[in-house]
């Protein structure tokens, strides 16, 4: 299980990180998790408010974490899509993890821009942008990736939505989500994401 470990909340100023204590893990999906960020209030920019949550496991083991300067970042957007309280998440082809739709930035991509573009390829549907709000930003250790190679996911959601929710030729499979979800079918983003969404009781 992973646990929170200490919040703080900042709701001015520029977007900013701040770094916390990162413990090991036994089980090899939530070896990944050393940073859980939840961002609040703004827009579609880099000027928000940051909520900032530790996550670990149950171990006592702690390990040191990269410094600042040595970490490199994969920056991804993700849609965070609930209906009839449960989780839309993705299933590439090949792969065994479901992943919270999304993908990374393309060169002078806006997030709107980025955001619109992954759920027209992988979703087949086009966003209403004017409901498209800023969710949350989660960050963890890049799985299989050298330490201190991070992922950095920014989230959104959308109310409203052109099309029919349909995977394109890269997505095995769509499924809804509950908190139930058994972690391992998970990416470590994904596990942050469903216990943010059942903490905020916008799942079962």
């Not at 070896?31 to 209030?41: I, L, S, W």
């Not at 950095?152 to 409203?160: F, G, I, L, V, W």
């Amino acid at each position: 299980m992973i646990s929170r470990v200490a919040t703080g909340i900042h709701n001015s100023g520029p977007r900013h990180i701040n770094r916390m204590h990162h413990f090991s893990s036994r089980n090899h999906i939530l070896a990944a998790a050393a940073y859980y960020f939840a961002v609040t209030g703004g827009g579609l920019s880099s000027k928000t408010g940051t909520a900032c949550c530790a996550f670990s496991s149950n171990n006592n083991s702690a390990t040191t974490p990269a410094t600042a300067s040595s970490m490199t970042y994969i920056d991804k957007l993700a849609l965070v899509l609930v209906r009839d309280r449960k989780q839309l998440v993705a299933r590439s082809k090949g792969k065994t993890a479901f992943f919270t739709p999304g993908g990374k930035r393309e060169l002078g991509e806006s997030d709107e821009e980025a955001l619109c573009r992954e759920c027209r390829e992988e979703l087949t549907i086009e966003l209403d942008t004017s409901t498209i709000a800023p969710y949350g930003v989660f960050e963890a250790q890049a799985f299989g990736k050298p330490e201190g190679t991070m992922v950095r996911m920014t989230c959104y959601s959308a109310d409203s939505y052109q099309g029919t929710l349909t995977p394109n030729e890269e997505i095995e499979e769509l499924r809804w989500i509950t908190s139930t979800c058994p972690h391992e079918d998970l990416t470590v983003t994904g596990i942050m994401i469903l216990q943010d969404l059942k903490a905020k009781n916008l799942i079962d």
